[in-house]
């Protein structure tokens, strides 16, 4: 069973830093591309920052460029996501997710961590 265990949410100043970590099982993290998504009570969920297989290439909203980096570290089958200049609008729930595709017709999968509460606040 696919499993993917978020961790390093709270409560932080703005201005302030966050890292989260993902950490996953049971698949070969290695060869997926991993992602963070963040959601708001009453909004829907919004794709944060993306990273290839092997890390070389990144992706992020615009919102959260330049102050939000993506990276993983394979040997540990764990995603991080560094938060800085943090704002009160960054505040949200946050999700680690990966899309498997298994089997020979590739159904796609979708799995997401338990989310991690991110608060920005003074």
């Known amino acids: 069973q696919v499993q993917l265990v978020e961790s390093g949410g709270g409560l932080v100043q703005p201005g302030g830093s966050l890292r989260l970590s993902c950490a996953a099982s049971?698949?070969?993290?290695?060869?997926?591309?991993m992602n963070w998504y963040r959601q708001v009570p009453g909004k829907e969920r919004e794709l944060v920052a993306a990273?290839?297989?092997?890390?070389?290439?990144?992706n992020y909203a615009d919102s959260v460029k330049g102050r939000f980096t993506i990276s993983r570290d394979n040997a540990k089958n764990t995603v991080y996501l560094q938060m800085n200049s943090l704002k009160p609008e960054d505040t949200a729930v946050y999700y680690c997710?990966?899309?498997?595709?298994?089997?020979?017709?590739?159904?796609?999968?979708?799995?997401w961590g338990q989310g991690t509460q991110v608060t920005v606040s003074s």
């Open positions: 049971e698949f070969t993290f290695r060869t997926y591309v």
């Open positions: 990273i290839t297989s092997a890390g070389g290439s990144t």
């Open positions: 997710n990966v899309v498997l595709y298994i089997g020979a017709t590739r159904t796609q999968y979708d799995y």
